[in-house]
Each structure stands twice: as structure tokens, then as C-alpha cells.
């Protein structure tokens, strides 16, 4: 049953862009550190 899920997924994902998409510079304000996390989430 997940392999139906993941290949769902993968059928449709191209669809919804970008889960979480950069904050804009407005709301980081001066000095803010932004840490990007690889898609292993380490």
C-alpha cells in the first residue's frame, strides 16, 4: 500500500512547487541566520 502512496506522490508532487518557500528578507530581519537542511534533515 505505500508504494501506491509514494508513486501517487511522485505523479502529482511537480503540481504544488515548493512545500516551504524562502521567507521574504522583510521578515528575517538584520542579522538573521538562515539554516538550510538537506532533504535528510541533518
Known sequence: ???RYLGK???VSSK???PH???PASLL???A???R???RGA
Open 21 to 23: 518557500p524562502p521567507l
Open 16 to 18: 504544488f512547487g515548493q
Open 29 to 31: 530581519g538584520d542579522g
Open 37 to 39: 537542511l538537506d532533504a
Open 33 to 35: 541566520k538562515v539554516i
Open 9 to 11: 506522490v511522485a505523479s
Open 1 to 3: 500500500m505505500t508504494k
